[in-house]
């Protein structure tokens, strides 16, 4: 739930950095409206880790996991 969270939170922060409105934050990762809006409303529940990384891969960053 944390990596969920955490990985949310990194493409919420990049959005607002680049001034995305829904519709532009949808179309950029591949997203319906309606799913952008659970995106940047921290609707975590929604969003698999897979989806996640994915759409940070989509803004051009890459996701390396450390086991601690």
């Not at 659970?38 to 051009?60: E, H, I, T, Y």
Request: hydrophobic share 50%; aromatic share 2%; proline share 1%.
């Amino acid at each position: 739930m944390k990596l969920r969270a955490d990985l949310l939170r990194e493409i919420r922060t990049r959005v607002e950095e680049a001034g995305w409105i829904q519709l532009e934050t949808a179309r950029r990762l591949g997203l319906t409206q309606p799913r952008a809006s659970d995106l940047l409303n921290g609707k975590l529940s929604r969003f698999s880790l897979d989806a996640l990384v994915n759409m940070l891969a989509a803004l051009g960053v890459s996701v390396k996991l450390r086991v601690a």
